[in-house]
Each structure stands twice: as structure tokens, then as C-alpha cells.
């Protein structure tokens, strides 16, 4: 005699009953999205370079025409990010390290470093 899927009377396999059962909560759970609001209300603000106090005494720099901005941070000792942003605050123009800086600008470097 061959069973018929249709007939409501018999029982079911182990398989059967596990495919008919709905899962409604699984091991983690989807939060909703709130898309009406940005993540943060206040803009970027990138964190400020730290210099740290070091004590150390006054050196002495010799600056010279046609000094780049890489050799000048080699001879105070600053990185080149450091000297960038106090040309950008003062006011300066720059395209990259390798190009020259005028002697004016390279003792206004030197003094406020």
C-alpha cells in the first residue's frame, strides 16, 4: 500500500515536521534602521598635532636659498606634517616637500618650531 502525502491521519517524519516548522527568532536578531537621523550631529574636526614639551636648548639652523621643506624638517629636527600645518596656518602655499621655500618663510619655520 503507498502513502499518500496528502493524508492528514498519518504522522509525520522527523524531516517533515522540522521543514513545516517556522523559525521566528534565530540566534541574533535584526535591529531596525533609523534613517531619519545622521549617525553624529556635529561635523569632522580633525584631532590637532601634539608637540610634546621637550626642554631641549636652542639650536641653531642655517638656512639657505633654495631649501626644500623635507631638508629644512631634517635640520629642526620637526616632521614634515608638523611644518606643513604651521604653513597652512600662517598662511602659506605649498604643492609638496620638494619644492623650494623662501628664506622668509624658512625663518618663520624655524622661530615658531
Known amino acids: 500500500m503507498a502513502k499518500r502525502k496528502e493524508d492528514a491521519d498519518r504522522l509525520l517524519s522527523h524531516r517533515e515536521r522540522k521543514k513545516q516548522t517556522v523559525k521566528t527568532k534565530g540566534k541574533f536578531s535584526k535591529r531596525e534602521k533609523k534613517t531619519d537621523k545622521p549617525p553624529v550631529e556635529a561635523p569632522y574636526v580633525p584631532p590637532r ?6 626642554g631641549l636648548p636652542e639650536k641653531t639652523v642655517d638656512i639657505f636659498e633654495g631649501m626644500t621643506l623635507l631638508e629644512l624638517s631634517k635640520r629642526t629636527g620637526e616632521s614634515v606634517a608638523v611644518l606643513q600645518s604651521i604653513l597652512i596656518n600662517v598662511g602659506e602655499t605649498f604643492s609638496s616637500e620638494f619644492d623650494t621655500i623662501s628664506v622668509d618663510v624658512a625663518e618663520l619655520l624655524a622661530m615658531v618650531r
Open 49 to 54: 598635532l601634539k608637540r610634546l614639551a621637550k
